[in-house]
C-alpha cells in the first residue's frame, strides 16, 4: 500500500509492503534526506527484515536543501509519526523496529518516546549526533 499522510506543513508518502499472512512484527524505515529507502542500506534491511516476517514501513518524506536548513525537529517528527498512524491505524502490531539514517535518526530520538514504541529495537545509520 502507497499512501500520503498530511500533517502540519508537510505531506509525508510512506509505503507499506505487507506479508501475505497477517504479522504482529513492523519494521519503520526512515530514511536519510538525500539518501532513500531504495539505497543500498535501507533496500537490503528492508528485504531482511521482510524474509524475517515482518511488515515494512517505509517513511518516504523527501526534503529540499531549504527545507532542511529551517528544519524544525518537533514538526519533522510529528509529521513521520502522523505518516506512521495513518500507515497502521488498522494493524495490530506489537513487535517494533525502527531503522533510521541520518535526518531520519532526528524522528527517531522522539519516537521512541511515543508508547507504541516503548519496547521498539532501534537501528541508528549515521544519525545526526550535532542535532
Do not use: C
Not at 14 to 37: C, D, H, M, W
Not at 70 to 99: G, M, P, T
Amino acid at each position: 500500500m502507497t499512501n500520503r499522510s498530511i500533517a502540519g506543513s508537510k505531506s509525508i508518502p510512506f509505503r507499506l509492503i505487507e506479508q501475505k499472512r497477517e504479522t504482529n512484527s513492523l519494521v519503520i524505515v526512515l530514511p536519510g534526506a538525500g539518501y532513500t529507502t531504495k539505497a543500498p542500506l535501507l533496500h537490503f534491511a528492508t528485504g531482511l527484515f521482510y524474509k524475517k516476517g515482518f511488515d515494512v514501513l517505509h517513511i518516504n518524506y523527501t526534503l529540499s536543501r531549504e527545507e532542511m536548513s529551517v528544519l524544525s525537529e518537533e514538526d519533522f517528527s510529528r509529521d513521520v509519526q502522523h505518516a506512521i498512524d495513518s500507515a497502521i491505524k488498522n494493524k495490530k502490531y506489537s513487535n517494533y523496529y525502527v531503522v533510521a539514517k541520518s535526518i531520519g535518526t532526528i524522528a527517531l530520538s522522539y519516537l521512541l518516546n511515543n508508547p507504541m514504541l516503548k519496547d521498539a529495537k532501534a537501528v541508528w545509520l549515521t544519525p545526526l549526533l550535532q542535532r
